[in-house]
């Protein structure tokens, strides 16, 4: 008698999980809709909303959220005669390059895009690109500083967001403008990630060193995911470095300054692109994350069309102005859309020939690609100050000074 | 059913997808491709974990040498059978290398050695090899599926036949006596170690052939990323999902898991990963013999109704 009962709920619950399964494989069935244009225009982003690089696809995507509402608040996007509302797929590639690039067959297999909006970091990007020029269709990528990506002749890959060369002439140009010739901090230790970004910048950074009148004093590489960076924090400390470069992920960049503390290596200034982007930094280091400059792309303080009111909503959904990531997300949003009701239709190819020929004021300021697709874009530095990210380059523009220079550890 | 009506099927599904690039679109293909490599990608984990009874922890050190020495090649000139081939061969290289020290080792010290040569096979590959591999502008252009789909339907296959094939020949009775107990094997004449080591390369080789057509597909990639654990335990869920030691288990699995994952990811965006884990335990206690075995009672279930009524 138990056992026939216990083989019922047995059954029960089986029954019961394959039903769970088919209600979940049902409801991602893609619905299409009929006719010539579709009910809605598809742009379909895949972000690190987990993983390594969680805190920046974040902000990417509510740039792109935001931006999506925008568009839909006056009607949607004008293609020939009728305006379409957006649609956004937001899917998650956990930071693993190998899912974002089935996640982009993902959405052109299932959602039918019109075009891709880009993640974060330069090596998810990096891999998404290939992916757009096989699938002909637009992609639009910010948070992404590679340059050598923009080199493979690819057509349908656009960024308006700074490249590697100009990061690297933007920092020393920045140093010499904002720190008086006799305190300038001039021998530098390059912290480089062995990655295809961490090798490209590495490179420029020694390369232009001697023209603006820096010294590459140390130039070692790392792991990702490395525990232990004493050693390289160790070199730069005895070859007398006033300043560190580097471009970790957000992991390895709060373990670079926790084991900078730790031995006793104060540097004057501290370029920290990429592990600086997020919230999360000053909320796990809290004062020691001071101090750290970043190139994010783009401050909240801009004053350029639209931020006034993408502050506003940030403001209202996180409790603070926008996030650095959000303006250059926005504004991949609006050069879309403005390629699109160019183009005057919804193919791709069209969509990316009129994307190449933008020239559109974004809320990251004036907007125009190259050929090679790399956005021609104010170059923007912020630091760390009091555990608020103020906009320290270009000066004016609603910037604040650059604090300079870092006090040791053990004086903050 | 019979002998001759199961080939017969066999042969008709074969034909149904080696015809799909004709019927289908880019869409179906791409998701025929990937459940294809992991029914590949599984299988040749099956063959050592399922008949083998050999819990390996690092079966994507040889899916990663696979995917980076046959697109190395590949992409430097040579053709792709000899550039598949020598992704094939340093699998299997390795599996010799590899197999013999750790099979001396039982259980979970097997497996952690396994992981640990693995990671090792990883950190060294993101050192040497940090930057992406991606095709070329012209290469992307004239970019088909066609050709990779039915790579990885072969390999598919192939994976799925030595499966079979363990459950038919002399070999595959004594690896099942090993697996069972290996003092036993050993009393009865059969030689635990070369049988655990045979069906190690075996795995591996497959396994690396499965990497080649992971790397011939990809547009772009790192190769570490090759090397991810992840591909040891993609293989081993749905080998467990299936029913481990089956013939058919993981190709049934596969395609589940897929169509599972991929939806998930579709609907649920970052909660995805969660949602997928804790379903994924759900069906592994409701049906704790994988999906084969549950089918099987579902059938036999139906089969005493029919008597009964």
Redesign the interface.
């Known amino acids: 008698m138990t056992e026939n009962i216990w083989a019922e709920v047995q059954g029960m619950r089986r029954r019961a999980v394959v039903i769970l399964i088919a209600a979940v494989m049902l409801s991602g069935l893609p619905q299409r809709g009929v006719g010539a244009l579709p009910a809605t225009v598809k742009l379909g982003a895949v972000i690190p909303l987990t993983g390594r690089f969680a805190g920046g696809g974040g902000q990417v995507r509510a740039g792109y959220e935001f931006a999506v509402v925008d568009v839909n608040a006056r009607g949607g996007v004008r293609v020939g005669d009728r305006q379409i509302p957006l649609e956004l797929v937001v899917l998650d590639d956990e930071s693993d390059p190998t899912k974002t690039v089935s996640r982009l067959e993902t959405l052109v297999a299932q959602q039918g895009v019109a075009a891709y909006l880009g993640g974060f970091g330069s090596d998810l990007h990096a891999a998404a690109a290939a992916v757009a020029e096989k699938n002909r269709i637009p992609y639009c990528g910010v948070a992404f500083a590679l340059h050598a990506i923009h080199q493979q002749g690819f057509k349908f890959l656009f960024s308006p967001f700074i490249k590697s060369p100009d990061i690297a002439i933007g920092t020393y140009r920045f140093l010499n403008a904002s720190v008086p010739s006799e305190q300038r901090p001039r021998s530098v230790a390059i912290f480089a990630e062995r990655t295809d970004w961490g090798r490209e910048l590495a490179r420029l950074w020694t390369t232009r060193s001697a023209e603006f009148g820096y010294r590459v004093v140390v130039a070692e590489e790392y792991s990702v995911g490395a525990r232990d960076f004493s050693d390289i924090i160790l070199r730069a400390k005895a070859a007398g470095a006033e300043a560190v470069f580097s471009v970790p992920t957000p992991p390895d960049g709060l373990a670079i300054i926790r084991q900078m503390k730790e031995l006793d290596f104060s540097p004057k200034a501290i370029v920290m692109i990429r592990a600086a982007d997020a919230v999360s930094w000053t909320q796990a280091l809290g004062k020691d994350g001071d101090y750290v400059v970043l190139a994010p792309g783009w401050h909240h303080a801009f004053t350029y069309p639209g931020v006034a009111e993408i502050n506003a909503k940030h403001q209202q959904r996180f409790g603070r102005p926008a996030d650095v990531l959000v303006g250059p997300s926005y504004a991949c949003v609006q050069i879309v859309v403005n390629a699109i009701e160019r183009a005057g239709s919804l193919d791709p190819v069209a969509i990316r020939d009129a994307m190449a020929t933008t020239d559109l004021q974004t809320v990251e300021g004036p907007v125009r690609f190259r050929s090679d697709g790399t956005g021609i874009v104010p170059f923007v530095l912020v630091q760390w100050q009091g555990g608020v990210q103020q906009l320290v380059w270009p000066q004016g523009a609603g910037a604040t000074a650059f604090q300079y220079p870092a006090p040791p550890w053990r004086g903050r | 059913m019979t002998g001759r009506r199961a080939w017969l099927l066999i042969a008709l599904g074969l034909g149904v997808l080696a015809a799909l690039p004709l019927l289908s679109t880019?869409?179906?293909l791409?998701?025929g491709f990937?459940v294809l490599l992991y029914v590949a990608l599984a299988q040749s984990w099956n063959v050592l974990g399922g008949f083998g009874g050999q819990v390996s922890l690092g079966h994507a050190a040889f899916f990663g040498l696979g995917a980076v020495v046959t697109r190395m090649m590949w992409l430097s000139g040579h053709p792709l059978g000899v550039a598949l081939s020598a992704g094939m061969v340093a699998a299997t290289v390795a599996g010799v290398l590899i197999g013999a020290p750790t099979l001396r080792l039982r259980g979970p010290y097997f497996a952690i050695g396994t992981l640990a040569v693995a990671e090792i096979l990883r950190?060294t590959v993101?050192?040497v090899f940090?930057?992406?591999s991606?095709?070329?502008?012209?290469a992307?252009?004239s970019?088909a599926l066609a050709p990779r789909y039915l790579l990885a339907l072969m390999a598919a296959a192939l994976s799925t036949l030595v499966a079979w094939m363990l459950t038919q020949t002399r070999f595959g009775y004594g690896l099942a006596v090993v697996r069972d107990d290996e003092a036993v094997a050993e009393a009865v004449g059969v030689n635990a170690f070369r049988h655990k080591l045979a069906v190690f390369v075996l795995s591996s080789a497959l396994a690396g052939l499965t990497g080649g057509v992971f790397g011939y597909y990809?547009?772009?990639?790192?190769p570490q990323?090759?090397f991810?654990p992840?591909w040891t335990f993609d293989a081993l869920l749905i080998t467990f999902f299936g029913g481990t030691g089956t013939v058919w288990g993981p190709p049934l699995a596969a395609a589940?898991y897929l169509?599972?994952r991929?939806?998930?990811?579709?609907?649920l965006?970052?909660l995805?990963?969660l949602v997928f884990g804790i379903?994924f335990v759900?069906?592994v206690?409701?049906?704790p013999g994988g999906l084969l075995a549950?089918w099987r009672a579902l059938s036999a279930?139906r089969v005493r109704q029919t008597h009964r009524s």
């Open positions: 880019g869409s179906v791409t998701w990937q950190i993101s050192n940090p930057e992406v991606t095709l070329s502008a012209p992307l252009a970019y990809h547009v772009s990639f790192y990323f090759a991810s992840l589940v169509l599972f991929e939806v998930l990811a579709l609907r965006v970052e995805h990963v379903l759900l069906v206690l409701a049906f549950a279930g």
